[in-house]
């Protein structure tokens, strides 16, 4: 399907990816790896979910939507596990790996560990998307792994037997490629690279290793490996999503300068980036950093620069006003031909996420819808005030 992120909205605007799953799908989850119900059983539930999430994201007017990651763990480990909890999860790795992350909660993600190679996904991106698409009727967008944070499934300080990191490293980045291709390939039109364990590299938590070892020069060579494997106008479909992290109403990383890591964030030869913004407390010197970082040629693609708009965190419903008034001042730093936006973060980027602050996942599915609703009438506001494209407000 044919997409011009222009025609729509003036101003390009695009979801990140994940929603919250219904209650009901969390608690098939729970059943599924207790053995009560079996895998015919969950994937009738996920369908479920995923007709719903699309039916009621078109209904936003978004120009572009996503199947929520109803099929998938979540958006880190889609490629190794079925579940959360372990189950299914692929050949050569073992619970109890690195942390991922820990949120400002004290709740923590954890990953599995490597024990052997090769290093292969059991599932792709494609896989679900091709399951997904039948139920759209705009186009679709995906969200991948970055390679980064799949390298954390490596030890940390230690060199595998017969499985060197140098060839862990080939094969992951040579699955980060096949993941975004077979994507397109399934009719993706936009891909985006989840890369939240960005801003985290900058941070030393004692209480979680790797964050000292000051890796984000390797994560953005790692990144960098896989986009450069793509022509400059495939480039262009091809974004990479940075935030302080988001899950269970929780962060990760907020209290992180965003200076120490959108300098370096830009070296990446994306054409586009998803940056979570609204809660940002001070967003002015921010959207000075993107302006004057992000690069009108990064090897032969302009950067667009979508900045979050809404905070998936967070239960009140930012206006359309509100919207248009924050990218009408993102303009003042941003050239307005490469502004863009989008929500803060995935609304769940786990698929077992309560959502304390809203009371329950099923009222934060209505808050997301409410939200992308007035994302897309915004950012129709502000191309109209900008006068970007040729855009009719409804």
Known sequence: MTYDPRTDTGIPTEPVGSLPRPSTLQAAYVEYDAGKITKAQLEAEQEQAVRDSISHMEATGSPIVSDG?????????????????????????????QYFAIFSDGHYRQLPRLTGGP??????????????????????????????MLALLYPLN????????????????????KDIRRAFDAGAARVSIDFTEGRLATRADSRNPWTGAHMLPHFIELINRVLDRFSPEERTRIGVHTCPGGDRDSVHSADVPYSDLLSTMFQLNAGYFLMQMTSERDKDPIYELIGQHSREDANGVAQMC?????????????????ICDSLVRAANFIPKERLGSTDDCGFSPFSIDEKPNHGSPDYARDVAFQKITNRVEGTRLAAEKLGVGNVVTT
């Open 119 to 148: 290093f292969q996904y059991k599932t792709y991106a494609a896989d679900t998307l091709a399951k997904s698409i039948r139920f759209a009727t705009r186009p679709m967008k995906q969200a991948v792994i970055a390679p980064s």
């Open 158 to 177: 230690e060199e595998l037997p017969d499985y060197p990191r140098t060839q862990f490293e080939d094969d992951l980045c040579n699955e980060c490629e």
């Open 306 to 322: 979508y900045v979050g708009v809404t905070n998936p965190q967070n239960p009140r419903v930012e206006s359309a006003q509100e």
């Open 69 to 97: 990651e109803q099929w998938s763990s979540s958006f880190a480990t889609y490629p190794v596990t079925d579940t959360l909890a372990g189950t299914g999860l692929a050949p050569n790795l073992a619970p109890g790996g």
